[in-house]
């Protein structure tokens, strides 16, 4: 009796040391100097031909410095890390010009954009090594932070955390006319948070731990303990959690209040007043921050994570770091601070009835015909996983539809869907409130919840060429936990789709 409770004792404490491990060691990175000034990606506005705006983007390898002294390979858009912020306007026609210098395929997804499947860069649009690919569309969504990253099958996990990726952002006569901070790189600050594990020589370590990849050093717009200077008036950061899967709990480290203005599909109707922003692996907020007072402050994660289950979160080591992000510090004022807008935007909610169906999105739990999961095969939605020859569900085109994405397993997934903007109807039963009023393209399904979101399915039907959803943890995806939906005027005259899935 004696020895069994000396075991368990010995469990007990070993489980107590890891667990602090996971959370105070591995997810924490205190003691920052702050001392490299944050990069600005290059703005692009691209070239009018014909009518048409025309963007280049080239995906190359490349190195950089990060940690002092040490190169690190990298890949990149039009440089060797990260990507230009695309500047796109609503009403415009644009051509995305996308050459692939990989010595490997790729593909190139515009994550929340509305475009036609064709266009979307999913596994299915695949552009091998030296070859080009031209995306075409008409811009007609609202002002909205959307970012660009690679989406071929099994391998955007690691084509992203190489560091391809990038913002794109809309503008349209909303968000031109509001008064809002827009001199970008000085009041109008992209940040793209990711975290990185780096081996002794300086290198990006891709290991899958806990099902997926998490580093214990933070990099913003590619910049290892970096600081910001901003004017002491109010400051607008647009955030994007680019990482593989850690989901951040984002606040100051002087707990002050701010204002959410935008989620991933536009501006809130109103600022919302807040402290925290929860951002789950593709997800964007855009806040506003006062620095009148001249006060400097880090931004930073936090370890509560009120949407997560704190089991599942504390053995993942998910958002339980206190993970230092960026030191603003500000200088005096050349001009007067913008004051807070009352209003943002519109947002007519859609209503339950107005669905033509509703839709249940299982994500976890047991793979269909009871096939183990194992290495490599990740948790599966609706007990199925990823098969680029299969479509899973077909939207007839017009209809507004409810998904009910409900997720029974033990931990929490950011689920995306490919094409649309979706608002939040209800979590658990409960209407949303807050930043989940806002226009969603993923949205975190904590271990237990049940989420009902709706979305008109307004444009692009494709007999042939699908769009995905998926869970925005890559190396779930990667592993694949993703489905495939096409969107066709009659789904009755649907013939056989799954041929020549794999070409267009
Ligand atoms: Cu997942």
């Given at each position: 009796m004696r020895r069994v409770l000396m075991g368990l004792l010995i469990v007990v404490v070993f489980s107590v040391a890891v667990s602090y491990w996971l959370i105070f060691v591995r997810a924490t990175n205190g003691g920052?100097?702050?001392?490299n000034k944050l990069l600005i990606p290059e703005q692009l506005f691209g070239t009018v031909v014909d009518g048409r705006r025309q963007f280049h983007l080239t995906v190359d390898e490349g190195s950089r410095e990060?940690?002092?002294?040490k190169q690190t390979p990298t890949a990149g858009v039009n440089g060797p890390y990260l990507g230009p912020t695309v500047r796109l306007r609503r009403g415009e026609d644009v051509d995305l010009i996308v050459r692939n210098n990989l010595d490997e395929m790729t593909t190139m997804h515009w994550h929340g954009a509305h475009v036609p499947a064709r266009m979307d860069?999913?596994?299915?649009q695949k552009i091998q090594p030296g070859e080009t690919w031209t995306v075409s569309f008409e811009v007609?969504?609202?002002?909205a932070p959307l970012w660009y990253h690679p989406h071929p099958h099994g391998t955007t996990g690691r084509h992203s955390y190489q560091g391809i990726a990038g913002f794109m952002w809309i503008d349209d006569d909303n968000s031109e006319a509001l008064d809002l901070p827009k001199t970008y790189g000085v009041d109008d600050i992209p940040l793209v948070i990711q975290d990185r594990l780096f081996d002794d020589d300086g290198a990006f370590v891709f290991a899958i731990n806990q099902g997926a990849v998490y580093g214990d050093t933070m990099l913003i717009n590619g910049t290892w303990s970096p600081f910001l200077q901003v004017e002491s008036r109010r400051i607008r950061l647009r955030l994007?959690?680019?990482?593989?899967?850690r989901i951040y709990y984002i606040g100051f480290d002087d707990n002050r209040a701010f204002h959410q203005i935008a989620t991933d599909g536009g501006f809130l109707e109103t600022p919302l007043q807040t402290n925290r922003v929860t951002l789950a692996p593709g997800e964007r907020a855009e806040i506003l921050i006062d620095f009148s007072d001249g006060a400097e402050a880090v931004l930073k994660s936090y370890p509560e994570a009120e949407l997560l289950d704190t089991i599942g979160s504390f053995f993942v080591g998910l958002g339980n770091g206190h993970l230092e992000l960026l030191k603003i510090v500000p200088q005096p004022a050349k001009r007067a601070s913008h004051a807070l807008p009352e209003r943002l935007n519109t947002i007519s909610r859609i209503k339950a009835s107005d669905a033509a169906k509703t839709r249940p999105m299982v994500l976890g739990g047991p793979l269909q015909g009871g096939g183990p999961a194992g290495p490599g095969v990740g948790p599966p939605i609706n007990g199925k996983i990823m098969d680029?020859?299969?479509?899973?569900e077909v939207v007839r085109l017009g209809d507004t539809e409810i998904w009910e994405v409900s997720n029974p397993g033990g931990q929490a997934h950011p689920f995306h869907i490919h094409l649309v903007q979706f608002q939040i109807l209800d979590r658990n039963g409960q209407r949303p409130t807050g930043a989940e009023l806002g226009w969603k393209d993923t949205v975190l399904v904590p271990a237990g919840d049940t989420v009902r979101i709706i979305m008109p399915f307004d444009r692009y039907a494709d007999p042939e060429v699908p769009y995905m959803y998926h869970c925005h943890i890559m190396e779930h995806e990667d592993a694949g936990m993703m489905g495939q939906f096409l969107v066709v005027e009659d789904p009755q005259k649907l013939g056989n789709v799954t041929k020549n899935l794999q070409h267009k």
């Open positions: 920052l100097a702050f001392d990060f940690l002092p002294g860069g999913t596994p299915h007609h969504q609202q002002a994007l959690n680019g990482s593989n899967a680029m020859e299969r479509i899973d």
